[in-house]
């Protein structure tokens, strides 16, 4: 939905209790929509206070939403979808991770809690659309078709996070940061100007559910410990480890192992596997990756219809590479590397662009080695 629409909308401005949200619920209010405030509460046990600048669920989060939504002037509410959360995004993550994936929780809150449940709320109340504070552009045209785009300013660009949003969802979404070509100093200092009380305050980093970081820490509590072997591409047992899930692809530090490798390079994670509880390191260039099948593929906009040139982007904060991707059915997506790249694990999601314009995405679930292709 353009941020520039003919006529006001009614507009249900999910508020984080951060300073991106805040102003792009002021800038809605002042170009003339109808606002609403609403903060999530994701949380069933939320602490009081967070720890460090972690996350955005707290109960400190919500009374900084509230003291915002004052200071623009709209109404403002706290809406229960913890449980929606927990079902959705935590044991979604959890699980992935136990089955050896690595997931990306950001994408399935857009996906199922703020696009979705949120989304579907906000209509059966009226609402004509949901604003967030992500740095994006839904661009519109005469004929009513919409595109997602990047974000004018590539160093806040988050559409990576959103390529999981289809045509229905991208009708009722809001984005008024996404035209900002400005550093976060100055959108800070908008806020301050704007009398925002959030303008200072920390932004929210890594896993919101998981307040002090500590993700090993966290899958180990509820998956518990499960001694393995670390192996390598020989199936020489080298180490061992208290639970495969506390490993990623292409991961180097941490990795305890007590004897160095022959050529006196680093090893890396190459393969993680839960059936047998073992996990496979190597050097460097084995993590090298040709290609990758994808599954569940979603899309903004109409699907492609055969195989076409992209670029792709494999992490919320990564670069784009050339790839060719083609939809072989309509739950997979193959996609091949113009060069090889490294780092690249099922359960992330590859997030496929023409030029700025986010074409969709779909999660990995297997990949194509350049040593398995070579041979």
């Not at 959360?85 to 690595?102: I, L, N, Q």
């Not at 929210?204 to 509820?222: P, V």
């Given at each position: 939905m353009s941020e520039t629409a003919a006529r006001p909308l009614k507009v249900l401005a999910a508020m984080?209790?951060?300073?991106?949200?805040?102003?792009?619920a002021a800038r809605a209010a002042e170009a003339g929509?109808?606002?609403?405030?609403?903060?999530?509460?994701?949380?069933?046990?939320?602490?009081?206070?967070?720890?460090?600048?972690?996350?955005?669920?707290?109960?400190?989060d919500s009374h900084d939403a509230r003291r915002a939504a004052d200071v623009i002037?709209?109404?403002?509410?706290?809406?229960?979808?913890?449980?929606?959360?927990?079902?959705?995004?935590?044991?979604?993550?959890?699980?992935e991770y136990a089955a050896g994936r690595t997931p990306n929780p950001c994408l399935r809150c857009n996906e199922k809690i703020k696009f979705a449940a949120l989304l579907d709320k906000a209509l059966a109340l009226g609402f004509d659309?949901?604003?967030t504070g992500h740095y994006a552009k839904v661009v519109t045209h005469g004929d009513g078709t919409r595109e997602l785009h990047r974000a004018a300013d590539m160093a806040k660009d988050q559409s990576y996070v959103l390529g999981v949003?289809?045509?229905?969802?991208?009708?009722?979404?809001?984005?008024?940061?996404?035209?900002?070509?400005?550093?976060?100093?100055?959108?800070?200092?908008?806020?301050?100007?704007?009398?925002?009380?959030?303008?200072?305050?920390?932004?929210?980093?890594?896993?919101?559910?998981i307040a002090d970081g500590d993700t090993q820490g966290f899958l180990a509590k509820r998956l518990g410990t499960a001694e393995g072997d670390i192996v390598d591409e020989d199936g020489t047992r080298l180490g061992t480890h208290t639970g495969a899930y506390g490993y990623t692809i292409g991961q180097r530090k941490g990795l305890r192992l007590g004897n160095p490798a022959g050529d006196g390079k680093p090893r890396y994670v190459l393969d993680i596997s839960p059936v047998d509880n073992t996990v496979t390191v190597g050097p460097a260039a084995a993590l090298d990756v040709v290609a990758l099948t994808a599954i569940?593929?979603?899309?903004c906009g109409t699907p492609p219809a055969g195989p076409g040139a992209y670029t792709a982007q494999l992490r919320a904060h990564g670069g784009e590479t050339p790839v060719t991707a083609e939809p072989v059915s309509a739950d997979e997506l193959r996609v091949a590397f113009a060069e090889p790249?490294?780092?690249?694990?099922?359960?992330?999601?590859?997030?496929?662009?023409?030029?700025t314009r986010v074409v969709g995405s779909a999660t990995i679930s297997a990949t194509v080695r350049a040593t398995a292709a070579a041979s």
């Amino acid at each position: 939905m353009s941020e520039t629409a003919a006529r006001p909308l009614k507009v249900l401005a999910a508020m984080s209790g951060g300073v991106d949200s805040a102003v792009a619920a002021a800038r809605a209010a002042e170009a003339g929509h109808d606002v609403t405030g609403v903060h999530l509460a994701l949380s069933a046990n939320p602490k009081s206070f967070r720890t460090g600048a972690r996350g955005c669920c707290t109960i400190e989060d919500s009374h900084d939403a509230r003291r915002a939504a004052d200071v623009i002037g709209i109404p403002f509410y706290v809406w229960d979808l913890a449980e929606r959360f927990r079902e959705d995004v935590v044991e979604d993550f959890v699980a992935e991770y136990a089955a050896g994936r690595t997931p990306n929780p950001c994408l399935r809150c857009n996906e199922k809690i703020k696009f979705a449940a949120l989304l579907d709320k906000a209509l059966a109340l009226g609402f004509d659309a949901v604003c967030t504070g992500h740095y994006a552009k839904v661009v519109t045209h005469g004929d009513g078709t919409r595109e997602l785009h990047r974000a004018a300013d590539m160093a806040k660009d988050q559409s990576y996070v959103l390529g999981v949003l289809d045509d229905r969802q991208l009708a009722h979404a809001m984005f008024p940061l996404g035209d900002t070509e400005t550093t976060k100093e100055q959108i800070r200092a908008e806020a301050a100007a704007r009398g925002l009380f959030v303008a200072k305050k920390p932004d929210s980093h890594d896993i919101c559910f998981i307040a002090d970081g500590d993700t090993q820490g966290f899958l180990a509590k509820r998956l518990g410990t499960a001694e393995g072997d670390i192996v390598d591409e020989d199936g020489t047992r080298l180490g061992t480890h208290t639970g495969a899930y506390g490993y990623t692809i292409g991961q180097r530090k941490g990795l305890r192992l007590g004897n160095p490798a022959g050529d006196g390079k680093p090893r890396y994670v190459l393969d993680i596997s839960p059936v047998d509880n073992t996990v496979t390191v190597g050097p460097a260039a084995a993590l090298d990756v040709v290609a990758l099948t994808a599954i569940k593929p979603r899309w903004c906009g109409t699907p492609p219809a055969g195989p076409g040139a992209y670029t792709a982007q494999l992490r919320a904060h990564g670069g784009e590479t050339p790839v060719t991707a083609e939809p072989v059915s309509a739950d997979e997506l193959r996609v091949a590397f113009a060069e090889p790249v490294r780092g690249v694990a099922p359960g992330q999601a590859v997030v496929l662009y023409d030029g700025t314009r986010v074409v969709g995405s779909a999660t990995i679930s297997a990949t194509v080695r350049a040593t398995a292709a070579a041979s």
